[in-house]
């Protein structure tokens, strides 16, 4: 039986992959800050979806993630996609703080849970939705973009951590570009926006063919591949807000 949990299933991609995963007849645990929002997900298969509440913030998070993990009675996939974001180029403290304790140590604190599970338990695949924003930094954006380049990293580290260590595990970095989800505002136009039904097909096939990066889409693969390229004499003085 195939058992996964996705973490941050309340809304946008985290919510339309879980649907995929239930729709494919895996078992599926899904939790979120708001577990009012997960109730159409039971729904669809109520013997084989379990809910959960959990806050990435919480500094117990770790422990629920793995009482919901004996309640389905293992795992094989781990998801997270909890994160949050904002414009933020006056610096709000209020905002880079939240941004940095979800992206930042709400992360580290749930993949490594995930991570350690797998290493006592014959493995399985981690899979993170981490973002394009990640590529350089980006002054619209300080503390998003910040956290996404160090959860790439962490996530490449455990790579070379669990193959050194033989551990079975995967992982599969995904890094979308601008996606329609509650995380942007109607206000502001994005360019080359993506609907959370297109990226979840795409995150699908990542975690099937076990895809350790793949950046969604070919638009944004393109781009992220110039920007690499741009020095950084030359990118300090680009307007990208």
């Avoid at 002054?139 to 790439?152: C, E, L």
């Avoid at 995904?174 to 926006?193: A, C, K, Q, W, Y």
Wanted: hydrophobic share 40%; proline share 3%; glycine share 8%.
């Amino acid at each position: 039986m195939k058992r996964a949990i996705v973490i941050g299933a309340s809304s946008g991609i985290g919510h339309e992959v879980a649907r995929l995963l239930i729709m494919q007849g895996w078992t599926v645990g899904v939790a979120a800050r708001r577990t009012e929002k997960l109730e159409d997900l039971k729904n669809c298969a109520p013997e084989r979806v379990f809910t959960a509440q959990i806050d990435v913030t919480n500094e117990k998070a770790d422990e629920a993630l793995y009482q919901l993990i004996e309640q389905m009675g293992g795992l094989n996939l781990y998801f997270h996609s909890a994160g949050i974001g904002w414009k933020n180029p006056t610096l709000e403290p209020e905002k880079e703080m939240k941004t940095m304790q979800t992206n930042g140590l709400g992360f580290v604190r749930m993949v490594g849970e995930a991570y350690r599970y797998f290493a006592t338990h014959g493995g399985g695949h981690i899979v993170c939705i981490t973002s394009v924003a990640g590529t350089k930094g980006l002054g619209a954006i300080p503390a998003y973009s910040a956290t996404k380049a160090m959860q790439n990293t962490y996530l490449q580290a455990l790579e070379q951590l669990a193959t050194k260590k033989r551990h079975n595990i995967n992982f599969t970095d995904i890094r979308p570009g601008f996606v329609n989800t509650p995380l942007l505002t109607d206000s502001e136009h994005f360019p080359m926006l993506m609907t959370t039904e297109q990226v979840a097909r795409s995150i699908m096939k990542a975690i099937r063919h076990r895809r350790h990066v793949c950046i969604i889409d070919t638009r944004w693969r393109i781009l992220t591949f110039f920007w690499q390229l741009i020095p950084n004499w030359l990118w300090r003085r680009m307007k990208l807000s």
